[in-house]
């Protein structure tokens, strides 16, 4: 039902929805009509034609199935657990809308077989992880860190280095991996891993 406008309080069906964020608008069927004039062309013998125009979506209402008033729509779900319009308002009964067969349609259908950038199933199952294990930016870092330390300590005759000294302990494993407040490379991450 259309309720602002030239044709206020008429009922008609909805052919088509315009989905602009700036401006919804809805085309309804005979209503809204406008003077357009159209040249000749071909079969087309021109003249002027009356039209649909779009109105705002705001000027139309949904009708109550009982009553028969323009109500507006809510979305309750049902016992069984389907999702259903029921009507609100000041004149509402609170029945069921129904919704028409072209909402239940999917505007982009689902795909049906997988494209290019799909992963496969079976190697997306695959498991790659191991609890325990480093990411690998860690070791490198790790691996930088125990080499700088074995060239410190062949260079200052075996005397200890100043990451040790500084309170971090790193093992060959790296699973264990302490640093100390000073060379903390990472925070969030090992804190779960500990």
């Known amino acids: 039902?259309?309720?602002?406008?030239?044709?206020?309080?008429?009922?008609?069906?909805?052919?088509?929805?315009?989905?602009?964020?700036?401006?919804?608008?809805v085309l309804v069927e005979g209503l809204n009509l406008t003077k357009r004039h159209v040249?000749?062309?071909?079969?087309?013998?021109?003249?002027?034609?009356?039209?649909?125009?779009?109105?705002?979506?705001?000027?139309?209402?949904?009708?109550?199935?009982?009553?028969?008033e323009?109500?507006?729509?809510?979305?309750?779900?049902?016992?069984?657990?389907?999702?259903?319009?029921?009507?609100?308002g000041r004149m509402a009964s609170g029945s069921i809308i129904p919704r028409p067969d072209v909402l239940k349609q999917r505007r982009k259908p689902l795909p049906i077989k997988a494209g290019p950038q799909d992963t496969v199933l079976k190697e997306a199952a695959q498991q790659t992880h191991r609890p325990g294990d480093l990411p690998s930016f860690l070791k490198v870092q790790l691996a930088q860190q125990a080499q700088q330390q074995r060239q410190f300590s062949s260079s200052t005759g075996g005397s200890s280095s100043p990451l040790l000294s500084a309170g971090s302990r790193i093992t060959t494993s790296?699973?264990?991996t302490?640093?100390?407040?000073?060379?903390?490379?990472?925070?969030?991450?090992?804190?779960?891993?500990?």
């Open 1 to 25: 039902m259309i309720t602002s406008g030239k044709d206020k309080g008429q009922v008609g069906t909805v052919l088509k929805v315009i989905r602009d964020t700036k401006f919804p608008r």
């Open 39 to 68: 040249k000749r062309a071909g079969d087309n013998p021109g003249g002027i034609i009356s039209v649909e125009s779009p109105l705002h979506y705001s000027n139309v209402a949904l009708i109550d199935p009982i009553n028969n």
């Open 70 to 88: 323009p109500v507006r729509a809510a979305f309750r779900w049902l016992e069984d657990g389907t999702k259903v319009r029921v009507s609100r």
């Open 174 to 176: 790296g699973a264990s």
């Open 178 to 194: 302490l640093l100390s407040s000073r060379w903390q490379l990472w925070r969030g991450f090992a804190a779960s891993a500990w």
